[in-house]
């Protein structure tokens, strides 16, 4: 009998609970029936850019909330908001607790645009911006400046496209969604009727999708600006790239030529409808300053030719420039991993933690999925793949011996007393319920799905932390 006595289960520790993390720990939940994960993040409330990076008026992209939801209330798996890794407790301290420690902590920075006058006021990072309107108490004072005419937005993907449309969008449509209600607030008083979208290479390389472009063209009340001289010769260019490129080039190309209604334009009469407009092969060169240098006034841009073709083209200046006039300037350029631990390889060239299918170059037990394993690209669905990669990996690892189970771990026992030790109180998975059930009765007040609450002291208070 001693001898047959069951191996402890392997416990796995996740960093991060957004769509990597919860995905992670699904596909291990899933295909190993005895291992316990447990799940770390940072904010009281889970669920990372699913909450606050997916746009408030594109509530279906939520939905997978429903599944990490059961994945976070099986009996084998636990949530710790409110603990940061690599403050409140190190990766070498997860590492002793649990048998392996996966980092799905996402991308919290943003790449920066490294020209003069990228730090005026009236200069915001997509990921700032995206992060006030939904709610990510790191952006709740971010206080934009919506009082001019014309915004550009540096940047021709998704996020550009749903900045644009947050900005353009009637306020009835804005206000059943779960934007926040300071963001309402100062959308109501925005005085931003034209919205210009720039990128550095062609129509051909941009990276946003055809739903995300149509959506754009029947945004109401607004109208799109192309110029066909864009356009020129791209059907022919197009005719055997892969199908979504040639669906979203000839829905541009229809866009472009299409010719203003003479009725609703007459209907319209002199007020200008709102409208948003895409610009290519330009890069910024310098963000100029107002007279009192409290706003831009306009971006130099330097004009650019393409060499090579598809996605592979680079953009080369010309020698040319031209000014483009803009009272308020989003970068739109990508986003950013940071190193989380001194204890963790990190390249800051790629910005992501180097690894071979999720794990971690050179330390055994240590695993990454997401955009720190991979960079920030790609939607949920690549994500998930990613994550079950990750995870894959992790369970072939228990199974082939590479990691030793023999050693029982005790988890969060051992964190627990760490946590403890340093005055941090983790807030768990039915904590989150009752802060979710009381966003939600805000926002049945006020006809919305929920008021997010945006203050992590404020969340703490309702659980009675």
């Known amino acids: 009998r001693w001898l047959s006595s069951p191996a402890p289960p392997p416990r796995v520790c996740v960093v991060g609970s957004g769509p990597a993390g919860f995905y992670t720990a699904q596909h291990i939940l899933k295909h190993h029936g005895g291992a316990l994960v447990d799940i770390y993040e940072k904010l009281p409330v889970p669920f990372g850019l699913v909450r606050f990076g997916v746009a408030p008026d594109h509530p279906e992209v ?63 990072s997509a990921r700032a911006f995206v ?9 709740q004072d971010l206080k934009p400046d919506l009082s001019c005419e014309t915004a550009l937005i540096l940047g021709h993907g998704n996020v550009a496209l749903d900045i644009a449309r947050i900005l353009l969008s009637p306020l009835q449509l804005l206000r059943k969604t779960d934007i926040t209600d300071s963001s309402l607030a100062a959308l109501a008083c925005s005085k931003v009727k034209r919205v210009w979208l720039v ?69 319209a009469g002199a007020a200008a409808p709102r409208e948003w407009g895409l610009k290519f092969q330009r890069s910024p060169q310098e963000v100029l300053p107002s007279a009192d240098g409290r706003r831009p006034r306009g971006i130099r841009m330097a004009l650019t030719r393409l060499e090579g073709s598809g996605d592979s083209a680079k953009a080369i200046p010309t020698g040319d420039v031209e000014e483009l006039e803009c009272g308020l300037v989003l ?50 669905i690549t994500t998930m793949n990613d994550s079950f990669d990750t995870a894959q990996s992790v369970l072939e690892d228990l199974q082939g011996g590479v990691l030793d189970v023999s050693p029982s771990r005790e988890g969060f026992g051992l964190v627990e007393s760490i946590l403890h030790s340093r005055g941090v109180r983790p807030v768990s998975f039915s904590d989150w319920e009752k802060i979710d059930a009381a966003e939600v009765a805000r926002g049945k007040a006020a006809g ?11 969340m703490l208070q309702i659980i009675g932390h």
């Open 199 to 267: 990128g550095r290479r062609g129509p051909l390389q941009v990276a946003f999708t055809i739903k995300e472009l149509r959506e754009m063209i029947n945004l109401p009340g607004t109208r799109a600006v192309l110029d066909p001289a864009d356009f020129t010769g791209l059907e022919s260019a197009v005719k055997d790239a892969p199908r979504p490129r040639k669906r979203l080039t000839e829905l541009m190309i229809k866009t472009a030529l299409e010719k203003p209604v003479e009725t609703q334009a007459a209907a």
């Open 62 to 124: 939520k939905n997978v909330i429903n599944t990490f939801t059961q994945t976070a209330r099986s009996e084998r798996c636990a949530y710790y908001g409110n603990v940061t890794v690599g403050r409140d407790v190190t990766v070498p301290e997860l590492q002793q607790a649990y048998h392996a420690v996966v980092l799905s902590y996402g991308a919290e920075d943003n790449r920066v645009l490294g020209i003069p006058g990228e730090n005026l006021p009236g200069v915001y």
């Open 331 to 380: 970068s739109s350029i990508g986003y950013r991993s940071l190193p989380l631990d001194p204890a963790v390889p990190f390249d800051s060239q790629r910005g992501v933690i180097p690894n071979s299918s999720g794990r971690v170059e050179g330390v055994p037990g240590l695993y990454c999925s997401g955009w720190v394993k991979r960079g920030p690209t790609g939607v949920i």
């Open 448 to 458: 919305k799905p929920r008021e997010k609450i945006v203050d992590p002291v404020e």
């Open 131 to 139: 992060g006030w309107y939904n709610g990510l108490p790191e952006n």
